[in-house]
Each structure stands twice: as C-alpha cells, then as structure tokens.
C-alpha cells in the first residue's frame, strides 16, 4: 500500500490472526521484501504512484512464476480486470472490504498454494 495507516491496521490485524507480515510502502519496496524474504502470500494495492501494483505484480511473477500474489482495489473497471487476469493475480479483493473476508481469501490462495505429495 502507499498508506502507512493502512500498513499498520492491516498489519496488526494479520499478526492478530497469527500470521507473519512484512510490510513495504509502495510496489518497488514490496517488491524488494518479496526478494529478500520467503514470502508465501504478497497482497499488493492495485493503485498507488510511482510504481503500482502491476508493476509489482508482474516483477513477482518474473521472479516467481508460481507466487501467491492477492490484488486489492476499488478499481471495478473491466480494463484493471482484465489485465490482473493476464499478469495471473492469484485473486483480487475489492475496496470497500469486510477484514474476515480478506483473511479468507488469504486463507484460500494459501491453501492453493500447498500440494501434498505421497
């Protein structure tokens, strides 16, 4: 996000829920965490100046075709649809959103994420 106040409530909420969280002002630092660290799920603004979510999406995939990768926006134009479809967002949350929906959807593409191997 390029919002500190909404870093930090997110952040808490998520270490709430148990979860480790690492959080980058803007796509470019994102992307530099993602780099740096094993990160399982990325949640990335869609919207932001400078670098935007694309940018930090397409990156991730670059380094990372397999990585989970969760867009949030308020964006509902079929254009931004299209194009998280084709840089293969994991999936995208919707501006204004419920939290215990957000963690859901965490949940979800993390549990995607997991194969089991016998």
Known sequence: DD???NLELMEAV???AGLQVYSALGADAAL?????????????DVMMPEYDG????????????NAKVIMVTADLTSDTEKKLKSLNASAVIYKPYEIDSVIDTINNVYKQAVTVTQ
């Open 3 to 5: 919002v500190r106040q």
């Open 14 to 16: 998520f270490q709430k």
């Open 32 to 44: 530099a965490l993602y780099t740096e660290n094993r990160i399982d799920i990325a949640l990335l």
């Open 54 to 65: 694309f940018y930090g999406l397409a990156n991730i995939k670059q380094i990372n075709p």
